[in-house]
């Protein structure tokens, strides 16, 4: 079965730093643009980040630019997403999708991971 699966995620207070992984599991995630999501309780789901397959262009929410860096190995089939400087309104559960090219309809998504941050 083809599918995504976050880890990483976890209960850090304000300041800390977490690193979400995106791993492909029957899947070659080096076809793929990946993109990272996050949905809060209460608010609709939010693009947080996005890499080009080939790793050579990024895109970053306003909210988080300065402080999340996405990277990707493809020789071990994942994508990182690096959260520095959490803030507690970074909590929420994080997705990643497959998909053609940024923006682009997914093809494949994650169950997600929580982050929580608080003091």
């Known amino acids: 079965q083809s599918q995504l699966v976050e880890s990483g995620g976890g209960l850090v207070q304000p300041g800390a730093s977490l690193r979400l992984s995106c791993a492909g599991s029957g899947i070659t995630l080096d076809a793929y643009a990946i993109g990272w999501f996050r949905q809060a309780p209460g608010k609709e789901r939010e693009g947080v980040s996005c890499?080009?397959?080939?790793?050579?262009?990024?895109n970053y929410a306003d909210p988080v630019k300065g402080r999340f860096t996405i990277s990707r190995d493809n020789a071990k089939n994942t994508v990182y997403l690096q959260l520095n400087s959490l803030k507690p309104e970074d909590t929420a559960v994080y997705y990643c999708?497959?998909?053609?090219?940024?923006?682009?309809?997914?093809?494949?998504w994650g169950l997600g991971t929580q982050v929580t941050v608080s003091s």
């Open positions: 999708a497959a998909a053609d090219y940024c923006s682009g309809p997914a093809y494949y």
């Open positions: 890499i080009t397959s080939s790793g050579g262009s990024t």
